[in-house]
């Protein structure tokens, strides 16, 4: 069984959960090491079950398998990756763990 990993190679929060535009959610934007593009990562093995390409640009990656997230439940895991930028990817794709995909400014995820 594999370990949900953080996708990025650095841990920068930008906006914590329930704050300003993510009042309500559980959300949190992530900036990578600095203002540039980060790459990203596929956190678990997975496949893309929706991309949406117009001014949500969110892109859903949905386990394969069981995970365990880091509080040690072990389930099913989709996150939502979504921002400014638009990640190149297509419903279906099952990135690798070990290639970054597109980089990215900041990352949102939906947990």
């Known amino acids: 069984m594999e370990r949900a990993r953080f996708p990025m190679e650095f841990l ?3 906006q914590g959960p329930n704050v300003g535009s993510h009042a309500g959610s559980k959300a ?4 990578g090491k600095d203002t540039g593009k980060d790459p990203i990562y596929a956190p678990f093995t997975g496949k893309f079950v929706r991309v949406r390409k117009d001014s949500s640009h ?5 386990s394969l398998e069981p995970v365990e997230f880091a509080n040690g439940v072990v389930d099913y895991m ?3 990756f979504m921002h400014d930028d638009v990640l ?3 419903t279906g ?3 690798s763990i070990a290639s970054p995909m597109p980089r990215f400014s900041q990352v949102v995820l939906f947990p």
Request: proline share 5%.
């Open 12 to 14: 920068r929060v930008t």
């Open 78 to 80: 989709t996150l939502t």
């Open 93 to 95: 794709q099952m990135p």
């Open 28 to 31: 949190m934007d992530f900036g």
């Open 88 to 90: 190149d990817v297509r």
């Open 58 to 62: 969110e892109s859903y990656l949905e």
